[in-house]
């Protein structure tokens, strides 16, 4: 089974704080994702990466940035985190052939 | 531009109701749709489907899709209680560019079964 570990459930940051949300994961994927999930909005792509050290914006990169150093571990950098940036974030690997994605457990966030 | 419209958005049914949910949408070079069952944590997976008019079927969920007109649905039959969740449609657009394995996803339908 392919496992997809996030480091943190629940993170409650103050306004200004660096953040860093990672994901391992055990499949030897090469591509890995990150998304937010607000209500009414759905998932949404923030950064996604296809090789080690390749990144690629998705649909909201604003005020985010990403690390993949190693094969399977990506991690989602929140310079300044702002209210704004309150939410569920998803981490998620991915195949190739056919596009099946697997998610991580999420990380809810809070920016206070 | 690529999209993936779900609906409805919401529905409240009874335990024993057969619901049936939709998905349709607009993709370059379409290679894959995907559902998706989100309850309050991770999405977990569904079905995978590829060719139109294949039924897949797990248990009381199936799906089915139709290329030519561009939608899927997915449907319930026999609803429990354990069934509320949100359903994702998820479509893999094929090969351009730097945007391998991506998915377009659709906002949802929050699907609430009443005992």
């Known amino acids: 089974d392919v496992k997809v570990t996030q480091s943190s459930r629940y993170l409650v940051k103050r306004t200004g704080e660096k953040v860093f949300l990672e994901c391992v994961q055990d499949?030897?994927?090469?591509?890995m994702f990150w998304y937010r999930q607000d209500p009414g909005l759905g998932l949404r792509l923030i950064y996604f990466?296809?090789?080690?050290?390749?990144?690629e914006k998705g649909d909201i990169p604003e005020g985010y940035s990403v690390s993949r150093e190693k094969k399977e571990r990506f991690s989602l950098i929140l310079e300044s985190a702002s209210t704004n940036q309150t939410s569920m974030y998803l981490c998620?690997?991915?195949?190739?052939?056919?596009?099946?994605?697997?998610f991580g457990p999420g990380t809810r966030l809070t920016v206070t | 531009e690529d999209k993936v419209v779900q609906s409805p958005l919401s529905l409240v049914v009874h335990e024993g109701d057969t619901v049936t949910l939709n998905c349709s949408y607009e993709?370059?070079?379409?290679?894959?749709l995907l559902w998706y069952k989100q309850e309050k944590k991770a999405p977990t997976f569904l079905f995978m489907l590829?060719?139109?008019?294949i039924e897949k079927k797990s248990g009381r969920l199936s799906s089915i899709l139709d290329k030519k007109e561009l939608f899927s649905i997915l449907n319930i039959t026999a609803t429990q209680t354990g069934d509320s969740a949100v359903y994702l449609c998820a479509v893999a657009p094929g090969n351009y560019g730097g945007s391998q394995g991506n998915l377009i996803f659709g906002k949802g339908t929050k699907l609430s079964v009443k005992p």
């Open positions: 499949m030897d994927h090469e591509n």
């Open positions: 998620a690997t991915g195949e190739l052939a056919g596009r099946k994605q697997y």
């Open positions: 993709v370059t070079n379409f290679r894959s």
């Open positions: 590829t060719s139109s008019g």
């Open positions: 990466s296809y090789d080690v050290k390749m990144k």
